[in-house]
């Protein structure tokens, strides 16, 4: 089963959008870290309209402990910093997609020591930074999920 991990995520209506995401595709959702939110933010829950009982959400305190709870998983660590666009990867039915913060995406370190396992989402024009994390979210998601046959 494809998992989706957020390391602490600060914006509420985006990983209300992705619980929402993540509810529609039957999907884990990892939180990982502190989030610059509280769980119960109003934004947070507005996003996920009423979807969240149907949402598989795990919190867990850093990498180690996700790591720990998914022992048998391939991490992939999705990131702007690497040239290896997400449509290279072969995804396995077991992997984790790790996202990072919003304003400051994954921590160097964990670039640095995974560089075989970074994906980016190509951005056509250069004069924009990034996606949306929902959004990036939702491509390779269902990226992931096309490739392993969910649906």
Not at 53 to 78: E, G, M, N
Request: proline share 7%.
């Amino acid at each position: 089963m494809i998992h989706v991990a957020l390391v602490e995520p600060e914006i509420p209506p985006n990983t209300g959008n992705i619980a929402r995401l993540c509810a529609a595709t039957m999907t884990p959702l990892h939180v990982v870290g502190a989030t610059g939110f509280r769980m119960d933010d109003r934004m947070l829950r507005r996003a996920g309209l009423d979807y969240w009982p149907h949402v598989a959400l795990h919190r867990h305190r850093d990498l180690d402990r996700l790591k720990a709870h998914l022992p048998s998983a391939r991490f992939v660590y999705l990131t702007t910093k690497t040239d290896r666009a997400y449509t290279d990867w072969q995804f396995e039915s077991d992997d984790c997609l790790v996202f990072g913060r919003e304003t400051r995406g994954l921590p160097e370190e964990v670039l640095r020591a995974n560089p075989d396992r970074c994906l980016t989402i190509p951005v056509l024009n250069p004069a924009v930074r990034s996606l949306n994390l929902a959004t990036s979210v939702s491509i390779v998601l269902y990226e992931a999920l096309r490739q392993t046959r969910a649906f």
